[in-house]
Every structure is written in structure tokens, then in C-alpha cells.
């Protein structure tokens, strides 16, 4: 049973910065790419970013250089730190498990909101 708990999510102004967690709940954790996805209202959910066991990245060109994703072998924790928010970032974000011993399956967190807004 995998289950995700994302949380840091919040009301933010313009220029300021939050950091988002996601609690990883599975039988081993070093199986899975991580990642973050966001929905907007009215828009489809996109990748953020996503980090690999061996701690290789990718990002989305929109948050590039102001997101950082990271992730925490010891306590099944991952991460995404963001900084210079922009009200474009105003989404639900998504907490994302993938083994990469079976890609048909996914797994999804709650989601949390962040309002970027002054």
C-alpha cells in the first residue's frame, strides 16, 4: 500500500517562498521516481519536477531555477522548495509515486494549495 501526505502548502505574496512536503508511506522507497504536479483552475495538471533514486532532476521551464525538488532516503520524505513565487503558481500540488519497476502505475497524493496572491 503506497500512500502520499502532502503538506506546506499556504497563502503566499508575490516574491516569496514556500516549501512543500510529501510524506512517502511504501515498503521501499528507493524503487520510486518522485515527483510534483500542480492544476491550476480550469487547466490541465502539469509536471513540476522530478527526482530519480540517485537524485537526477527535472523541471519544468516555467519553475526553472526557482523550484527545487530534493528528497530524504532516511525519513521517506520529498521536498519542493520554491522561491520568487509568482501568482501563475497559484495551483493544487500533487505529490507523484512512479516504481520504476512498474511505470504503468502511479500514485497520488491529496494535494495541497498554494495561493500566490498580495
Known amino acids: 500500500q503506497v500512500q502520499l501526505v502532502e503538506s506546506g502548502g499556504g497563502l503566499v505574496q508575490p516574491g516569496g517562498s514556500l516549501r512543500l512536503s510529501c510524506a512517502v508511506s511504501?515498503?521501499?522507497?528507493?524503487?520510486?521516481?518522485m515527483a510534483w504536479y500542480r492544476q491550476a483552475p480550469g487547466k490541465q495538471r502539469e509536471l513540476v519536477a522530478t527526482i530519480t533514486s540517485g537524485g537526477s532532476t527535472s523541471y519544468a521551464d516555467s519553475i526553472k531555477g526557482r523550484f527545487t525538488i530534493s528528497r530524504d532516503h532516511a525519513n521517506y520524505m520529498v521536498y519542493l522548495q520554491m522561491n520568487s513565487l509568482k501568482p501563475e503558481d497559484t495551483a493544487v500540488y500533487y505529490c507523484?509515486?512512479?516504481?520504476?519497476?512498474?511505470?504503468?502505475?502511479?500514485?497520488w497524493g491529496q494535494g495541497t494549495q498554494v495561493t500566490v496572491s498580495s
Open positions: 511504501v515498503r521501499t522507497f528507493a524503487i520510486y521516481v
Open positions: 507523484n509515486a512512479q516504481p520504476i519497476t512498474d511505470r504503468s502505475l502511479n500514485y
